[in-house]
């Protein structure tokens, strides 16, 4: 059955409908914003969206999304080459970059090793992140995966795939959260953050 | 700044953020997911939207969305043109239309009367529905609009450029939504839906 009186609606809601969270009411609502603005507002968000899709690239230093065949911050020669932080996802690229605390360089992995999933090491960039350990620069390999069994399995993996190469490698500190309220915080990472307790300079950290 | 490794990206995610509703974090999840289907998918969406805001076109008649001239619910036979639904916008129709009880057509006003936010008569579809009205062929209006301040404003200018016609003209009932506890129900609807109670025939209605 046909719900709308227009299939041209139709299938741009449909459209809408196909993207996670996004249920047809909410499809609906927002093809009809899209048709409330001038013609151009809405030509330009499809041509965004079709440019994004044929012309975007993966760099082929850090697998990161780029418009250039080596992405922003691999070319940034501010940034230091020495340190690289590998994380699943573009977006975990972006959530580091928002601190403004990193200044070094990425590797986006792809995903974690989830054997339920189907994924396994040959599907994510791990070998091209040993091939640019052992090329020589890397001082520093930073895991900064979720911190699930998956990621766990995956720090292990690089670990045992970069030791005899003799870098460092670090994992991200885990505790409660800045800003949580101590008795909120769940056991395992209360009990960690207490295990794994800093020294207190004074200063906030 | 420029948040992401890639202008295209950021072009993108910038046009989601656009539609109401949708914060730049959700934008980037739609915008990533896209990018992980293959590319015919995300230029299929594209296209939707542009050929969409190209070509649809409002219904001469009833002024609800449509691909052609005359709506597809304009122009089947089947359905009782005597009688006309007056709406707010194409949202309703399809409201109205889920119902699967009504048989008749429609007429979309484009919104409702609000000096508030500028909207006088002239600004909706009020003259046309009176002139529809006069061409004759319809027997009953059924104001089918918000019950808001505005909406009964606009239920009563409308009522005052039609009462000269003699056609009948009708409102949505109020009272408790069905499936609603009593308890839960808002003072003026269970007020109202107390002086409007209906004769109970024994039947569910």
Redesign the interface.
């Known amino acids: 059955m046909?719900?709308?009186?227009?299939?041209?609606?139709e299938?741009?809601v449909?459209?809408?409908a196909?993207?996670?969270?996004?249920g047809r009411k909410?499809a609906?609502?927002?093809?009809?914003?899209?048709?409330r603005q001038p013609?151009a507002?809405?030509?330009?968000?499809?041509?965004?969206?079709?440019?994004?899709?044929?012309?975007?690239k993966y760099?082929k230093v850090c697998h990161?999304?780029?418009?250039t065949d080596v992405?922003?911050?691999c070319s940034q020669p501010s940034r230091d080459s020495s340190t690289v932080c590998v994380v699943e996802?573009?977006?975990d690229?972006?959530a580091v970059?928002?601190t403004s605390l990193y200044r070094g360089l990425y590797h986006v992995l792809g995903g974690v090793i989830s054997p339920m999933d189907g994924i396994g090491p040959a599907d994510l960039e791990i070998d091209s992140l040993v091939e640019r350990v052992r090329s020589g620069k890397v001082k520093e390999v930073i895991l900064a995966l979720s911190p699930t069994m998956e990621g766990d399995t995956t720090n292990f993996y690089i670990y045992r795939k970069l030791e005899a190469t003799g870098v460092a490698m670090s994992v991200l500190s885990r505790g409660i959260s800045v800003g949580d309220e101590l008795e909120y915080a769940d056991e395992a990472t209360l009990g960690r953050s207490i295990v794994n307790r800093m020294p207190f300079t004074g200063k906030s950290y």
């Open positions: 046909q719900q709308y009186s227009s299939t041209l609606l299938k741009a449909g459209e809408f196909k993207l996670p969270g996004i909410t609906l609502r927002l093809v009809l914003h899209l048709l013609e507002e809405a030509i330009a968000f499809a041509d965004a969206v079709a440019t994004l899709r044929r012309e975007v760099c990161n999304l780029s418009d992405c922003d911050i996802t573009v977006r690229v972006i970059e928002n």
